[in-house]
């Protein structure tokens, strides 16, 4: 039995239709259904993203994992195949949310987490008799997760394939974000030998942690940085601002190889971060949580979100001007999108104020609802300039003058998003001009 895995075209705002350079990592979805499939299959992977898919490739079943914005793509993959008779399941986190819609492109659907059923669809394909959907009745037990196929992947496509994760969920109900639905409201960790195991077999020094909050239970980070200080890798994850309450876990995190962290601040709102769910934000001085992992030689990549119904015109100033004064070593702007699953999804259809259902628009970078406070054109067009005025060679100066010998990596990091964004913004505003 012969098996081809697939990621599709992800629609990124800051991305053309195929990446002309080497992609920051890979998805680590496919070759961690590779590890699941059972050793007599032949099984191959597709990122679309650095390599094509090849629709008459010689194949039993074909398995595509698919975010909201890649579902367009996915349909038109799997219409493909199946008009060729291929067997076809859809899977990931757009499926889930809606899988009566992916049933209309598949033969099977996945729902949730992968392990537990994966090898019974597999079998199932194998004899023909697979069920339109799969869903595990409980949540898995990280455990017993194995360690992807990353020898599956294109080695070379890749800054890293050094992914790796710890742990699964998170206890809080931020109403934009799908992590809740699809993995629960809780968190669930792999056994801290496990993952020092997987990571000491990686050949690359450099290591992303894909978890949704490295420091979310302390005592296990604690325990989990200890034994990674011993390896000597440099790595880079998502954490909460909570971290900041435990002084030894921000030391630990340091000595461990910690040398950047992914933070969703999304609002400088009050109201805005009570309005999301987010309340475990507020009363944060961002300023001073900046400076704390600085002082600890860790770099913040801070994430923001506009469009609340809290936010006004000035919330484009407003946060520029803060992401300059705190120093922000780079800083992720979206355009709040309501993405099938999540609360904000359900609230903005309750209200009646979703515009567009092009699930290839909701990628961060498309109004696809009716802002409260502002015009979608003013929230496109602020949107733009806040890229534009941080992205600029004055602005990426303004804000990371001070870090360039301590955190040399953001240079890197601050080229290769101006890079992106500049192409982007020729793309959609057909002018190149940067804010200066």
């Known amino acids: 039995m012969r098996i081809l895995l697939i990621t599709p075209a992800w629609r990124s705002p800051f991305r053309g239709e195929k990446l002309k350079r080497k992609a920051l990592f890979p998805p680590l979805a496919l070759p961690l259904l590779a590890a699941l499939t059972p050793d007599d299959v032949e099984v191959s992977l597709v990122d679309e993203a650095v390599d094509d898919v090849d629709l008459e ?50 033969d099977a659907v996945v729902v949730g987490e992968a392990e537990g059923v994966w090898p019974r669809v597999v079998e199932d394909a194998r004899r023909g008799r697979l069920q339109q959907y799969y869903q595990a009745e409980t949540r898995p037990d990280l455990a017993e997760v194995p360690v992807p196929r990353r020898d599956l992947l294109n080695q070379d496509a ?158 484009f100033d407003r ?21 099938p699953g999540t609360k904000f999804y359900e609230e903005m259809e309750r209200e009646g104020r979703l515009i567009d259902r092009n699930w290839a628009h909701y990628d961060g970078g498309h109004v696809v609802f009716r802002p409260r406070s502002m015009s979608a054109d003013r929230l496109r067009e602020g949107f733009h300039w806040a890229l534009r005025r941080v992205y600029s060679l004055t ?24 890079q992106r964004i500049g192409s982007y913004l020729r793309r959609v505003t057909k002018k190149p001009q940067w804010e200066t």
């Open 319 to 339: 946060t520029v001007d803060f992401v300059e004064r705190a120093h922000l070593d780079a800083a992720q702007f979206s355009i709040l999108t309501p993405l």
């Open 395 to 418: 602005g990426i100066i303004r804000r990371t003058w001070d870090g360039w010998l301590r955190r040399p990596v953001f240079g890197y990091v601050n080229l290769a998003f101006r």
């Open 158 to 315: 890749y800054l890293t394939t050094g992914l790796v994760q710890a742990s699964r969920g998170c206890p809080f109900g931020c109403s934009f974000c799908t992590v809740t639905r699809f993995f629960g409201r809780t968190y669930r960790f792999r056994p801290v030998e496990k993952v020092i195991e997987e990571v000491a077999g990686l050949r690359e020094k450099l290591v992303i942690f894909v978890d949704d909050n490295i420091m979310g239970l302390p005592a296990y980070s604690k325990r989990f940085f200890e034994q990674l200080a011993e390896l000597g890798k440099t790595w880079f994850s998502q954490a909460s601002l909570t971290m900041l309450k435990d002084a030894k876990l921000l030391k630990l995190a340091a000595r461990s190889g910690c040398r950047g962290l992914f933070v969703g601040m999304e609002s400088l709102s009050q109201s805005a971060l009570q309005h999301w769910g987010k309340s475990f934000n507020t009363g944060i001085n961002y300023r001073d949580a900046i400076a704390r992992l600085h002082d600890h030689g860790i770099g913040v990549v801070g994430s923001f979100i506009f469009g609340a119904d809290e936010d006004d015109s000035g919330v």
């Open 57 to 106: 490739a010689d194949v039993d079943l074909v398995g595509i994992s698919a975010m909201t914005t890649q579902a367009p793509r996915a349909y038109q993959i799997a219409d493909a195949f199946r008009a060729r008779g291929v067997k076809v399941v859809l899977g990931g986190m757009h499926p889930s949310a809606r899988p009566q819609e992916a049933a209309e492109h598949c």
